[in-house]
């Protein structure tokens, strides 16, 4: 099993993964914004990964911290559980739909953090969420699990709808980005490392 454990504590938040990458899509989120607790309980459905997170934010400030610094640790916990990479598949798109809304997410585990967020039309709150944190959670992933991320909003006029499209296609780009391929021998890159 590919896992990885990660703690972090800062003046802000205290964050608590477990993350198992070869898991069934088990899950306990609790980060007290409730939101991105539903969208990464979705992210791990289906992209079947097995993950227990907790967060102890500054909620009384705002959810800025909480939701970027659980991109940071979420990042660092696959970095880890990948190990080598040796034999992954490494690319992985997927295009999602959830009601009206469709978006495509495309992974390149390059050893590059780069974030491409096309995303436009959102309205400034799902609930109390604040919907500008989303691009905010995916950057502070993708610098800390030095991967390349591509996401699209094809279409889409429900925020909630687009969102979840957004964490879903992200959990099953990233499933089949990290599989182990049994025709690839080594590190996927002619490089020789990722």
Do not use: W
């Not at 099953?172 to 025709?183: I, M, Q, V, Y």
């Amino acid at each position: 099993m590919r896992t990885s454990k990660i703690e972090r504590t800062t003046n802000e938040t205290s964050i608590k993964a477990e993350l198992a990458i070869d898991g069934n899509g088990a899950s306990t989120i609790h980060t007290g914004v409730g939101f991105l607790d539903h969208m990464l309980t979705l992210m791990t459905k289906h992209g079947l990964f097995d993950l227990n997170l907790s967060c102890n934010g500054d909620l009384e400030v705002d959810q800025h911290h909480s939701v970027e610094d659980i991109g940071i640790v979420l990042g660092q916990a696959v970095h880890q559980a990948l190990g080598s990479k040796k034999g992954i598949n490494r690319y992985a798109t997927s295009t999602t739909p959830m009601d009206e809304a469709k978006s495509t997410v495309s992974i390149d585990i390059s050893g590059r953090s780069y974030l491409v967020y096309r995303v436009e039309g959102l309205k400034d709150k799902v609930g109390d969420f604040d919907t500008e944190l989303v691009e905010e959670f995916f950057l502070a992933f993708v610098r800390h699990a030095n991967l390349t991320l591509h996401i699209e909003l094809n279409y889409g006029k429900n925020s909630h709808h687009i969102i979840e499209a957004i964490f879903k296609g992200f959990g099953r780009a990233l499933d089949e980005a990290t599989l182990e391929n049994p025709r690839i021998t080594g590190i996927p890159s002619t490089k020789g490392s990722l």
